[in-house]
């Protein structure tokens, strides 16, 4: 087996991946704008989006004020959440971290819990704007607390148990809370708890392009030192990167990407987890220049495929979007242990 | 300042203090290396060798003093500029996820790439060139926690080569290697020195592979430096012995060998030996725990090495002479003690009749002779 054989192998691999990813990526979206209680043709479709055709239509309104702005929250979304488990599991190292390890779901949840219970004399039934606010705002403080930590410990792994810890104590915090709520106080709590892509909306989509994409710019440029990282801080310090810089920096913008999809869509599990590492496997490679886009991609078409699935399985009940997710998550996630496992053993 | 009045070292450190958190650990340590020099520090474990070089390499802050590269200050450099002059070797351990030995060995081109890290094509060259300097070209594709610790440690070698740096700093590069390897390893460093005129700064354990490599030899130990100099100066024994306050067991400077203590109590045994043949038999009975006497052996014999250490009573003639009177007459009474005497069976002539002699007399006097090393193994 020649060298150039080998490398030019693995060019024709991420050719076929991206290309792969991009088909899935239409395909996934043209079903789930075809998919629902209005069943629309592909030839109207590509009428209605590009041409903007018949403007009284149903489906017009149907799928412009419905259907592509949860489409196109959920691909900027999944893609977010995606990426930063990709940029949390090369922080820590470990494959098999999330992007919620850090506390910020559970710093979103007690935040949110505690501005339901304190307006919920104000306001009959809690507005999404609220909602999105109050639980960035959470994310937001327990990101700030972890930062606090981030320059002070010396162990990645130590970070870890602090963000884990951070985790519990919002917990017990939204616990206690809830204990002493009325129960039609937290219906709204309840409801964000289980996370869903349904309150999208034009509105939504923007501020959410104005957070993931500049943070997908900030991470692909971050990819050289990311690449140097991995070798471990020791390497890195000696390559002439400046470790502890880059830390805050991927800190943040991880923090800022999942923060960003517990306001408007709740704290989706496993995708953050499972997500990168189906991407990495595809890839057979962990290099973060391929990594940052593929896991993204890979993160638009999984969760577009999920809240697709959320809305059309039981039709016309709505599954929250974790439980589709987790369904297909988990068991990756226990496969993953067990491969990983059984590699180490060998 | 660096001294004036000769050329600027390639790397000198100047009344150095390093700990952690502000806390000394050592002081006062001062060195300067040419180019293509290899310096070894060695001392016991937790004595800080990686804490000087973690100090040289400036991921600790120094406490005190100053490090120099070609006569500036480390801490004025950028961080890209120490990146292209020195490239470490580190303890830990590197377990990347899907990363081929060849991207390994790539990321030591870091300080030269653009803002993505994009490899030209002289890069690649570099690369190639790398991973041949190691020879492990032939593994280059494989994943890196697919191949063994000895390869790792040349792929890890090879990805400091590839920064093309004039330093390369190694904290104990030998450690989990096996003795084939840890020769290959060392053999590779020194060829660069000699050949490319790398300066190389390490910490090694084995004692034995530092003197026979190093130009220079730092010995830690306390608070401050306890010796340096050439490995010539350095290696003595009672250094050595003072190094690692070996109070049981030894080792011996000249051969490298290391022995462990002797065994105590009667002596139960003799054993004519001479040109090595008694080797082996010195250690099979230290390991039996059986305390022995040894001789008679001429002062430079490399058997003196092993029984030297090990024996309880040793007979020295001077070398290239006849053996006295009075030491065959000394061995003769000792092995009127003895339960049983050993024939080595190192080939006797001229000088050392004296031993076959001595077998016959032990013989005569209804002595077991032991020949192998498995009748050894039978007594009890």
Not at chain 2, 256 to 284: D, K, M, N, S, W
Request: glycine share 8%; net charge neutral; with cysteine.
């Amino acid at each position: 087996m020649s060298k150039l054989t080998v490398q030019g192998r693995n060019t024709v691999r991420y050719c076929i991946v991206f290309l792969s990813l991009l088909i899935l990526f239409f395909i996934a979206v043209i079903w789930s704008i075809k998919s629902g209680s209005v069943d629309i043709s592909v030839k109207d479709i590509l009428r209605i989006v590009f041409l903007r055709d018949g403007t009284d239509n149903v489906a017009f309104n149907v799928i412009w004020k419905i259907r592509l702005p949860r489409i196109l929250l959920s691909v900027l979304l999944g893609g977010a959440l995606s990426l930063s488990g990709f940029l949390i599991q090369t922080f820590f190292r470990n494959p098999i971290a999330g992007p919620f390890v850090l506390g910020i779901s559970s710093g979103a949840k007690m935040f949110l819990a505690i501005v339901t219970i304190a307006m919920a004399n104000v306001f009959k039934q809690m507005p999404l704007s609220i909602t999105v606010i109050a639980s960035f705002v959470g994310s937001m403080l327990s990101l700030l607390l972890v930062l606090l930590f981030t320059g002070k410990v010396k162990n990645m792994s130590m970070l870890l148990v602090i963000g884990i810890m951070i985790g519990y104590i919002c917990s017990a915090v939204t616990d206690l809370l809830i204990n002493f709520a009325k129960e039609s106080e937290i219906v709204n709590l309840t409801h964000w708890s289980l996370g869903t892509f349904s309150g999208a909306s034009w509105q939504s989509v923007r501020v959410c392009s104005f957070i993931v994409l500049p943070a997908l710019l900030i991470a692909f440029l971050l990819s050289k030192p990311m690449s140097a990282y991995a070798l471990g801080e020791g390497y890195a310090q000696s390559l002439g990167m400046n470790v502890k810089a880059f830390r805050i920096a991927i800190v943040i913008v991880t923090g800022v990407l999942s923060a960003c999809v517990a306001a408007f869509a709740g704290p989706i599990s496993f995708v953050g987890i499972a997500v990168p590492h189906i991407s990495r496997i595809l890839l057979k490679t962990n290099k973060p220049i391929l990594m940052i886009p593929a896991s993204f991609l890979c993160g638009s078409v999984f969760c577009v495929l999920c809240d697709l699935a959320a809305r059309m399985l039981f039709s016309p009940t709505e599954l929250s979007i974790s439980t589709v997710t987790s369904a297909i998550g988990a068991p990756i996630v226990i496969w993953l242990m067990v491969s990983r496992g059984r590699k180490k053993d060998a | 300042m660096p001294d004036i009045d000769k050329l600027p070292a390639k790397l000198e450190l100047e009344s150095l203090t390093v700990g952690y958190h502000g806390v000394p650990l050592i002081s006062d340590i001062a060195f300067s290396l040419a180019k293509g020099e290899i310096l070894t520090l060695i001392g016991p474990n937790g004595s800080g060798k990686s804490t000087i070089l973690k100090s040289i390499t400036r991921q600790l802050a120094t406490i005190a003093g100053t490090v120099y590269i070609d006569g500036r200050d480390i801490h004025t450099l950028s961080g890209k500029e120490i990146a292209t002059k020195m490239a470490v070797v580190l303890t830990q351990r590197v377990r990347p996820e899907m990363m081929t030995c060849r991207e390994l060995v790539a990321a030591g081109r870091y300080p030269y790439t653009g803002s993505f890290g994009l490899l030209t094509a002289h890069d690649k060259e570099v690369v190639e060139r790398s991973l041949d300097r190691v020879h492990a070209l032939d593994i280059a594709d494989q994943d890196v926690t697919a191949i063994s610790d000895g390869q790792r440690q040349r792929v890890l070698l090879a990805r400091a080569i590839c920064q093309e740096p004039e330093i390369i700093v190694l904290d104990e590069p030998t450690s989990f290697l096996d003795i084939r390897h840890k020769i290959e390893l060392l053999g590779i460093l020194s060829d660069m020195a000699k050949n490319n005129g790398i300066t190389v700064v390490m910490s090694l354990h084995e004692i034995d592979l530092a003197e026979r490599i190093s130009d220079r030899i730092v010995c830690v130990k306390g608070e401050k430096i306890a010796a340096y100099g050439t490995p010539e100066e350095l290696f003595k024994d009672e250094t050595v012995r003072a190094l690692y306050d070996i109070e049981s067991g030894s080792f011996n400077a000249l051969l490298g060998c290391v022995e462990l203590p002797a065994p105590a109590g009667e002596i139960r045994c003799f054993v004519t030996g001479g040109a090595g043949f008694g080797i082996p038999f010195y250690r099979a009975l230290q390991k039996r725990g059986i305390a022995f006497a040894a001789g008679i052996l001429p002062e430079n014999d490399v058997d003196v090495a092993v029984a030297g250490p090990l024996a309880g009573k040793l007979i020295l003639t001077a070398p290239y002479m006849p053996v006295t009177e009075a030491n065959a007459l000394e061995a003769k009474q000792i092995i009127d003690r003895v339960e049983f005497v050993i024939d080595s069976g190192c080939p006797t002539g001229e000088y050392n009749r004296a031993n076959a002699d001595l077998i016959s007399y032990a013989r005569e006097n209804g002595k077991r002779i032991i020949t192998t090393l498995k009748e050894l193994s039978e007594v009890s």
